[in-house]
């Protein structure tokens, strides 16, 4: 008798941990995975220096984020060409992610100025499924 309940507390054991692991199926993303990924779209663009890429899931509430890319110029038009390049290349990144509301900004060298989909014509919500709408993806 006792045999039989340590098989069947083990195999009860293992019921609960496979449950608390991923899906099967399904890759294991972190919040550090989707702002990694965000930030690598945009890291190699000409003319950005340094990118800050953040994502936070908020249980039942959504997620939010932010990738402030920080130029290498203060030039207000170089660093719309950066955000025109920059935004699609972000809304293809996140091919396939959940929804999320990202912020989304070109601070100038000087940090005295920036840009973001606003100064491109967009006026949305910051939500992904409103960026891929108004770049028609």
Do not use: W
């Amino acid at each position: 008798m006792r045999k039989i309940l340590t098989v069947l507390a083990a195999g009860l054991l293992a019921m609960v941990l496979a449950g608390c692991g991923a899906t099967p199926g399904t890759p294991a993303t972190s919040d550090q995975d989707y702002a990694a990924k965000y930030k690598a779209a945009v890291e190699p663009l000409a003319h950005v220096a340094s990118v800050e890429a953040r994502y936070k899931s908020s249980g039942g509430m959504g997620s939010s984020g932010n990738i402030f890319m920080h130029a290498d110029t203060s030039d207000r038009d170089t660093m719309l060409g950066v955000l025109r390049e920059a935004f699609p290349a972000i809304v293809d990144a996140a091919a396939g992610d959940p929804e999320v509301n990202l912020a989304i900004q070109v601070i100038s060298a000087d940090g005295a100025s920036a840009v973001s989909p606003a100064d491109l014509g967009y006026s949305g919500t910051g939500n992904l499924s409103s960026y891929r709408d108004f770049l028609g993806k």
